[in-house]
């Protein structure tokens, strides 16, 4: 009985670490500025936003609403970003203003941000996920 007991909760703590998406806390003045997170773009799911992960790459609780964050991806491929937040989902594709990077800035609401980090190919590719409160020059 207790081996089942500890087997049972061996695999749901291994579940549960396999499943859970990063959340990264951003508050006022965060340090370092720019944040940096790496990953791995694209996914299995098709959707108006490339091919995406089932599950968020990056989730992001800002726990302040911030008058200017800035979002950016650079990677390999035609990665683009889907935020799904409190104001609603959006894509955001590279353009020739931003670089050829996606790129989303502006006025940010407190709450919890899921950020899918797609790609328009059906490949993955590793990806730098820039986050930062200064505006670009």
Not at 32 to 58: E, F, H, M, W, Y
Not at 63 to 89: K, M
Not at 110 to 124: D, H, T
Request: proline fraction near 8%; hydrophobic fraction near 30%.
């Amino acid at each position: 009985m207790v081996v089942v007991g500890v087997l049972v909760m061996s695999l749901t703590l291994t579940h549960t670490s396999l499943a859970e998406t990063p959340v990264v806390s951003i508050n006022p003045h965060f340090q370092p500025d720019p944040l940096t997170v790496k990953g791995n773009s694209g996914g299995t799911r098709p959707s108006n936003c490339g091919n995406i992960n089932a599950t968020p790459n990056q989730v992001i609780q800002v726990t302040t609403s911030l008058p200017y964050l800035r979002l950016t991806v650079e990677g390999n491929g035609q990665p683009t970003l889907l935020i799904d937040g409190p104001g609603g989902r959006f894509c955001v594709l590279a353009d020739k203003y931003s670089g050829n990077k996606p790129e989303i800035s502006g006025y940010w609401q407190a709450g919890k941000y899921s950020l899918y980090v797609g790609e328009l190919s059906p490949q993955q590719h590793t990806y730098t996920l820039s986050i930062s409160e200064q505006k670009t020059k």
